[in-house]
């Protein structure tokens, strides 16, 4: 059974960091990709970022392109999004997610992956 646990949300004032830990386990997660989504009250589920396990992949949506870092580390079946100069217009709920490795345009949808964690709200004040 496929398991995705998520932490490391909080409260931050704008321009400050966070990072989000995703803890994975029940798949061989190497042909797979992770993804982060989140999703703001009365919003869409949007896509945030997607690695391979080999980390070797990765792509990012451009609103938060040079600003959050997605990597993984397989030997714990982690992975991370290191977020820096967060924004009000971050908060939202973040979730961590998994599916197979395909295309770019099915990976930024949530229809590109199978198993979701919880999420963790993250909330930046102005």
Not at 45 to 69: E, H, N
Not at 95 to 116: E, F, K, M
Request: aromatic share 12%; hydrophobic share 35%; with cysteine.
């Amino acid at each position: 059974q496929v398991s995705l646990v998520e932490s490391g949300g909080g409260l931050v004032q704008a321009g400050g960091s966070l990072r989000l830990s995703c803890a994975a386990s029940g798949r061989t997660f190497s042909t797979y990709v992770m993804g982060w989504f989140r999703q703001a009250p009365g919003k869409e589920r949007d896509f945030v970022a997607f690695v391979s396990w080999s980390g070797s992949s990765t792509y990012y949506a451009d609103s938060v392109k040079g600003r959050f870092t997605i990597s993984p580390d397989n030997a714990k079946k982690m992975v991370y999004l290191q977020m820096n100069s967060l924004k009000p217009e971050d908060t939202a709920v973040y979730y961590c997610a998994t599916g197979p490795a395909g295309s770019i345009v099915r990976l930024r949808t949530p229809r590109g992956y199978d198993y979701w964690g919880q999420g963790t709200q993250v909330t930046v004040s102005s």
